[in-house]
C-alpha cells in the first residue's frame, strides 16, 4: 500500500522528542486497511560509548510487549486447545501456587491484572534462575483479594509464563518460537538474541556494573530469570511487530481463533471494575495514554518500558506501533508523551472509508466521562422523563383501546399501587376513570396494596373512595391469593398495567404484572402497560441467573437478579418466553436512557414499597435483598431498611473489619447497633454493619449478596442459616459455593456465561437504546 502524504506530520513530532531528549531515536510504522502507510526511522539507536543512526531494521528490547505477543497469545492457544480454562484456579495446573491465600486466584484474573499480587518480586535481595522466581511467586501472598484492585503486576505474567511451561512441556522461548514467532515468519522475533544480532540491538541502558545493556533484556527480574520470562525478554523489529499486529488485527490467522482474539481485546475485568483490560490487552486503564485522543475505547493495546508501545484499533482497521529506547543511555529518557501524540496526529491523518467514519463517530458516542482514563462512570444528567400515563394521557386517541368504535363505553381494569401517578401528581386511577370512552370497574393491587403501606400478607378486597371501583388484592400467603379473580377478568374489555419496580428479579410486582398477563391471556382481554424507569438502570446486569425448574412468585422467569429492564420490556420477554396468547401494548416512556438511574429523570420518587425509601436502598436492595430470607436482620423496622445488617449474635467491629477488608467496589461498612421494631429479631439489639454506597457504578449489588452470606457463614457458622437463602439466589451452584467457602469473587465469575446467555435472549425485548 502506498504511504500516506498526511501522515508526514509524525516526522515533526519524533523530530521534536529526540530534541528534548526524550528519546535518542525511534522507528514509527502505521497500518491501515491492510497494508503499511508509514514507517521510518529516526535519530540514534545508540548513543553511548558511540553515536549509531537508527535504521529501520534495528532490533529493539520489546519490555512488556512480550505479555501481548507471548505470553498472553500461548494461554489463549492453550484455551483453544482446553488444556486450560480462564475461570479456573491458577493452582489447578501449578499447586505450589495456591498457599498463602493464592488458591482462589483464577487464571483471567492474571490475564487481567485483577489478581491482588504485587506489581513485581522482591529485588532488594539477589538471586539467580527461573527456578528460583517461580518459587519466590509461590511464596507471595496478595497484597489486595483477588478481584477487588486492578495492580499491573509482572508477577502475574511471570505465573503465566510457568503456566504455558508446566502445561505444554516446553520452555517459554521455545514454545514462543514453535507456536508463534514461525507461523507468522518473524524472523528477527525472539528471546536471547544471538551474539550476530548485536550490532543491529538499539542498547538500553548501563546496569547495576556500569555494563551497557545491549542484546540482554533489560528487565531486572526477567534478566535474574535468565532472559526469558512471561512478562519480558522479547527482542524484535518494526517490521516483525508490524506483522503480529496485523495477524491480531485479521483475527489472528495461524496462531489464533478469531473467538481468541476476540477475548483477548474486548473488556475481561470483573464486571464492576474501572480499569478496562482485555486477556493481556489494555484498553482503558491508567496505562492507556498511548491510545491518544482520537481513537475510540474498544481499540487495545500496550506498552514497553523500554519506550515500546503498540496500539490497534478495529475500527479504523489501523495499528501504530512506535519502537524506542528512551532508557538509553541513562534511564532518564520517556516515550510517554511521544506515545500520545504519535497515536493522536496518525488517528487524525489517517484516510479513512465513508464507513470507517461512521463506526468511528459512533464507537466515539460512548455515553461515558472520559475526562478521567480509567474511571470511566455513566455521566450524570438532567432528563425530562415522561412516564407511560403521561404519554398516554398527552393523547388518548392515539392508542387502540381508546379508539372511537361503537359507542359503548369499554370496561377497564387496572394493576396498579401508589406508584402509579402522572407528574402532576394524579393518580393513574383517576386519569383512566375519567379517559374518553373508558369506564373505571376494577382496580387490582399487588404486595403492600393500593397506598403501598401494608407490610403484612394479609390484605382484604376493599373499594376506592374516590371512584368506587372494588379493590382486588393480588397477594397472599396462597398461590391463589397471588392472582386475579378470572371472573373479574373476563369482564373486562382492557386491563392497565401501572407499577414501579425494583429492578430486582424477586420484587413482587413483576410477578404479579406476569399472573395479570395469563389471567388476561386465558380470558381473551387486551393488556396495556404504562411504563416506568428502572430505577437503577437498565444498562446493568448483574447476579446469577436463576436456574431451571426454580420458578415461584419471586422467580417467575429465568433472569438474572439484576435485570436491567423495565416493566414494559419485562412483560414483552413474559409473553414472549411463555408464549402467552395475549394481546399486548406497552405505552413507552419518552426521553429515558438505558443508563439513566432514577435521578437522571427528573421524574419524583415514591417508595415503591414500605421498606424501599430512597435510591440508595434500591441500589443496595439486589444484594442486601437476597439475605433476607436467612435469620438475619436487613434494618426492616428501622429508618434504614437494607442500608443496615446484623442480628443479636454479629459482633460489630469483627464484621465491619472483614467485609472492608474485602475491599468491594463502591462499598463501604460502618460497625454500628440498632434495634429493629418488627421483622427479624424485633425489640432485639443487634450488632452489625451500616453499608455505604461510595459509587454505584462499582457497585455489583447481587456480588454484594454473596460477600454478605460468605462473611456471616465464615465467622458466625453456629448461629448463621443459609437454609433459606436458595428461596431468592435460585441458583444450585451458587449456593453450593458458599456452602463450600468459595471466594465470593469466584462465585460470581461462575454467573457470566448464564448472563451472556441471558444478555442475547434479553436484546429482543428491549425497547429503550
Known amino acids: 500500500m502506498a504511504a500516506e502524504p498526511s501522515l508526514n506530520v509524525l516526522d515533526a513530532i519524533v523530530q521534536d522528542a529526540i530534541a528534548h531528549g526524550e528519546v535518542p531515536g525511534a522507528v ?3 497500518g491501515h486497511n491492510g497494508g503499511v502507510v508509514y514507517r521510518k526511522a529516526f535519530g540514534n539507536r545508540a548513543l553511548e560509548p558511540g553515536r549509531e543512526p537508527m535504521t529501520l531494521d534495528t532490533v529493539f528490547d520489546i519490555a512488556s510487549l512480550t505479555k501481548v505477543m507471548v505470553t498472553t497469545t500461548a ?26 491465600g493464592k488458591g482462589e486466584i483464577t487464571v483471567r484474573e492474571l490475564l487481567t491484572h485483577y489478581s491482588g499480587l504485587a506489581p513485581d518480586l522482591d529485588l532488594r535481595r539477589p538471586w539467580q534462575g527461573k527456578g528460583t522466581a ?65 550490532g543491529s540491538i538499539a542498547p538500553t541502558q548501563y546496569d547495576e556494573h556500569g555494563v551497557m545493556l545491549r542484546g540482554a533484556v533489560h528487565d531486572p527480574t526477567a534478566r535474574r530469570m535468565g532472559g526469558v520470562a512471561g512478562h ?24 489464533l481463533s478469531a473467538l481468541s482474539v476476540q477475548k483477548m481485546t474486548t473488556p475481561e475485568q470483573p464486571p464492576n471494575a474501572t480499569a478496562v483490560r482485555g486477556f493481556g490487552w489494555d484498553i482503558d486503564s491508567p496505562y492507556s495514554s498511548n491510545r491518544g485522543e482520537f481513537l475510540p475505547v474498544g481499540s487495545y493495546g500496550h506498552t514497553g518500558f523500554t519506550g515500546t508501545s503498540l496500539w490497534i484499533d478495529p475500527t479504523t482497521r489501523s495499528y501504530i506501533l512506535i519502537l524506542a529506547n528512551s532508557v538509553h543511555p541513562r534511564g532518564a529518557g520517556s516515550a510517554v508523551s511521544l506515545r500520545s501524540k504519535i497515536a493522536t496526529a496518525a488517528a487524525a491523518a489517517l484516510a479513512l472509508t465513508p464507513a470507517q467514519q461512521d463506526e468511528l463517530r459512533l464507537r466515539r ?24 400515563i403521561d404519554v398516554l394521557e398527552s393523547n388518548f386517541s392515539a392508542w387502540n383501546v381508546f379508539r372511537k368504535g361503537s359507542g359503548a363505553r369499554k370496561k377497564i381494569g387496572v394493576l396498579t399501587n401508589q406508584t402509579g401517578r402522572d407528574q402532576s401528581g394524579r393518580r393513574t386511577i383517576d386519569v383512566l376513570a375519567t379517559a374518553p370512552g373508558a369506564e373505571l370497574v376494577s382496580i387490582f393491587s399487588p404486595e403492600h396494596g393500593l397506598a403501598g403501606e401494608m407490610d403484612t400478607a394479609h390484605i382484604s378486597d376493599s373499594r376506592d373512595a374516590a371512584t368506587g371501583a372494588p379493590i382486588y388484592s393480588m397477594y397472599g400467603l396462597q398461590e391463589a391469593q397471588r392472582r386475579p379473580p378470572v371472573d373479574v377478568v373476563k369482564r373486562l374489555d382492557a386491563v392497565f398495567v401501572d407499577l414501579q419496580n425494583a429492578g430486582a428479579r424477586f420484587y413482587t410486582y413483576e410477578p404479579s404484572m406476569a399472573y395479570m398477563l395469563e ?3 386465558a380470558a381473551g382481554v387486551p393488556v396495556v402497560v404504562l411504563d416506568r424507569p428502572n430505577p437503577v438502570a437498565g444498562s446493568i446486569v448483574q447476579g446469577p441467573v436463576s436456574d431451571s425448574g426454580t420458578a415461584s412468585f419471586v422467580n417467575y422467569l429465568r433472569v438474572p437478579v439484576r435485570h436491567g429492564m423495565t416493566m414494559g420490556e419485562l412483560a414483552r420477554m413474559f409473553v414472549g418466553e411463555r408464549k402467552l396468547a395475549v394481546n399486548l401494548t406497552v405505552v413507552p416512556m419518552q426521553g429515558w436512557q438505558r443508563g439513566d438511574w432514577f435521578d437522571s429523570t427528573g421524574l419524583a420518587w415514591i417508595n415503591p414499597s414500605p421498606n424501599l425509601r430512597s435510591l440508595t436502598q434500591a441500589t443496595l436492595y439486589p444484594g442486601v435483598g437476597l439475605v433476607e430470607g436467612t435469620n438475619i436482620s436487613v434494618g426492616r423496622g428501622t429508618d434504614t431498611p437494607f442500608e443496615v445488617l446484623g442480628a443479636p449474635w454479629v459482633r460489630a467491629r469483627e464484621l465491619a473489619s472483614y467485609l472492608n477488608a474485602r475491599q468491594i467496589g463502591g462499598v463501604r461498612f460502618v460497625p454500628l447497633a440498632f434495634t429493629p421494631a418488627s421483622a427479624n429479631y424485633a425489640g432485639q439489639r443487634c450488632e452489625g454493619v451500616n453499608i455505604v454506597v461510595l459509587d454505584r457504578s462499582m457497585l455489583d449489588a447481587p456480588e454484594l449478596g454473596i460477600e454478605l452470606a460468605s462473611a456471616l457463614h465464615k465467622l458466625y457458622p453456629a448461629q448463621y442459616r443459609m437454609e433459606r437463602l436458595p428461596e431468592l439466589l435460585a441458583n444450585q451452584s451458587a449456593f453450593d459455593g458458599l456452602l463450600r ?7 460470581a465469575a461462575g454467573w457470566s456465561r448464564g448472563l451472556e446467555d441471558f444478555l442475547q435472549l434479553r436484546a429482543r425485548y428491549l425497547i429503550y437504546k
Request: aromatic residues 10%; negative net charge.
Open 75 to 100: 494461554v489463549m492457544q492453550l484455551v483453544e486447545q482446553g488444556k486450560v480454562r480462564t475461570y479456573d484456579p491458577v493452582a489447578r495446573y501449578l499447586p505450589e501456587f495456591g498457599g498463602n
Open 134 to 198: 517461580y518459587q519466590m511467586a509461590d511464596a507471595e501472598t496478595p497484597i489486595h483479594p483477588p478481584g477487588a484492585v486492578f495492580v499491573y503486576s509482572d508477577i502475574n505474567f511471570v505465573v503465566l509464563g510457568e503456566l504455558v511451561e508446566r502445561v505444554s512441556g516446553l520452555a517459554l522461548d521455545e514454545y514462543a518460537a514453535r507456536y508463534i514467532f514461525q507461523p507468522l515468519h518473524l524472523n528477527r522475533t525472539r528471546f536471547l538474541p544471538p551474539p550476530s544480532w548485536t
Open 741 to 747: 467457602g468459595d471466594d465470593p469473587r469466584v462465585i
Open 365 to 388: 458516542i460512548t455515553g461515558y466521562n472520559e475526562a478521567d482514563t480509567a474511571d470511566r462512570v455513566l455521566a450524570l444528567r438532567n432528563g425530562a422523563v415522561r412516564a407511560g
Open 519 to 521: 389471567a388476561a391471556a
Open 232 to 255: 519480558a525478554g522479547v527482542f524484535s523489529t518494526a517490521d516483525d511487530l508490524a506483522a503480529f499486529a496485523q495477524a491480531i488485527l485479521d483475527g489472528g490467522p495461524r496462531v
Open 28 to 30: 514509527v510504522l502505521v
